[in-house]
Nanobody, 121 residues
Framework: QVQLVESGGGLVQPGGSLRLSCAAS????????MGWYRQAPGKQRELVSY???????NYANSVKGRFTISMDNAKNTVHLQMNSLKPEDTAVYYC???????????????WGQGTQVIVSS
């Protein structure tokens, strides 16, 4: 099994910064991509950003220019640097990974438990 553990959430004032991290562990043969989603109260979960093992990135329009995703392939870790935070960024942030546990395994999506981000004065 593959486990994902997020860290770095918390309370921050508008305009502030936070850095989220997510470490994947367990039986991992390869990780093709890792990403971040978020879910605000009463809303559906939405994609924030993802990054492939080759370094290609994608961002939601709402976070472009403010958030930066990076991945440490050797450590199976992904980070999300969040700057210029706004109250509308308040949500539970979930990490996911597209991974294979062994050579012939199918690629599966694994999810972390989530970390709360609150942007408020």
């Amino acid at each position: 099994q593959v486990q994902l553990v997020e860290s770095g959430g918390g309370l921050v004032q508008p305009g502030g910064s936070l850095r989220l991290s997510c470490a994947a562990s367990g039986s991992i043969f390869s990780i093709n991509a890792m990403g971040w989603y978020r879910q605000a109260p009463g809303k559906q979960r939405e994609l924030v950003s993802y990054i492939t093992s080759g370094g290609s990135t994608n961002y939601a329009n709402s976070v472009k220019g403010r958030f930066t995703i990076s991945m440490d392939n050797a450590k199976n870790t992904v980070h999300l640097q969040m700057n210029s935070l706004k109250p509308e960024d308040t949500a539970v942030y979930y990490c996911n990974a597209a991974a294979r546990r062994y050579y012939s395994d199918l690629e599966r999506i694994y999810w972390g438990q989530g970390t709360q981000v609150i942007v408020s004065s």
